[in-house]
């Protein structure tokens, strides 16, 4: 299990279920494998509650599923899942990054700036997980900036379903498009064009489609039987 230490002010629950989501987007954590919240607070240096009271909120979200009696089991991926997170951030995506366009500010530019400086840093070593680490806080930025942080996590809460099959898709995603998309979004924010940011924010997120077929038959034992395509 992949273990990053606890955040300020981040409480044993929120700390459980940050690991926990981050394993299971990661594949640490494979669809079909049990999960022992006594393992886990161990290693996590923490008591078994925060840990189960993490469980049954991805329980919630449909990503794990606990049988009484028997303990937690990662969900298999139903795609059914995946589409629905992908249309509801690519409905909230382009009208926040409009938003956006007009709430900026010099501050706020600065911070998307700095981001996209990182990425193309990290992007010349192919350094993939901290490509990924960037990119969602991109788009994190422009929520921030467009006053809609909890719309954020809202949709956060439902793109575990898709982060799974986009983190197996990894060797397909051309990270180099991906981060020239974000650049261009950069400038139509700083220049506050809002039809120009939408428009390429509708077309950086169909770069996120992936191969439903390739992906199925390279992981086949992820997914539920007869869900999806």
Avoid: W
């Amino acid at each position: 299990m992949f273990v990053t230490e606890q955040m300020a002010r981040e409480n044993g629950r929120d700390y459980a279920l940050r690991m926990l989501k981050e394993n299971i987007i990661r594949l640490e954590m494979e669809p079909g494998s049990s999960i022992s919240d006594r393992e886990v607070a161990a290693l996590l240096s923490l008591s078994r509650t925060p840990v189960r009271e993490a469980l049954l909120e991805l329980a919630k979200a449909k990503v794990v599923d606990i049988y009484p009696q028997k303990g937690s089991v990662v969900s298999l991926i139903d795609y059914a899942l995946v589409e629905e997170a992908y249309f509801v951030r690519s409905v909230l995506e382009t009208a926040v990054v409009e938003l956006a366009c007009e709430k900026r500010d010099e501050a706020s530019v600065e911070e998307l700036d700095a981001n996209v400086k990182l990425q193309r840093f990290y992007q010349q070593d192919r350094v993939l997980d901290k490509l990924l680490e960037l990119d969602d806080e991109f788009h994190r930025l422009l929520f921030k900036t467009a006053g809609k942080l909890q719309a954020f996590e809202m949709m956060k809460g439902m793109m575990v379903h898709f982060d799974r099959v986009r983190n197996m898709a990894l060797g397909t995603l051309k990270d180099k498009s991906l981060v020239e998309d974000h650049g261009k979004i950069l400038e139509a924010v700083r220049d506050g064009d809002g039809d120009k940011a939408r428009k390429l924010m509708d077309r950086h997120l169909r770069r996120y489609q992936v191969d439903e077929e390739e992906v199925r038959r390279r992981y086949p034992g992820y997914f539920k039987p007869g869900a999806g395509g």
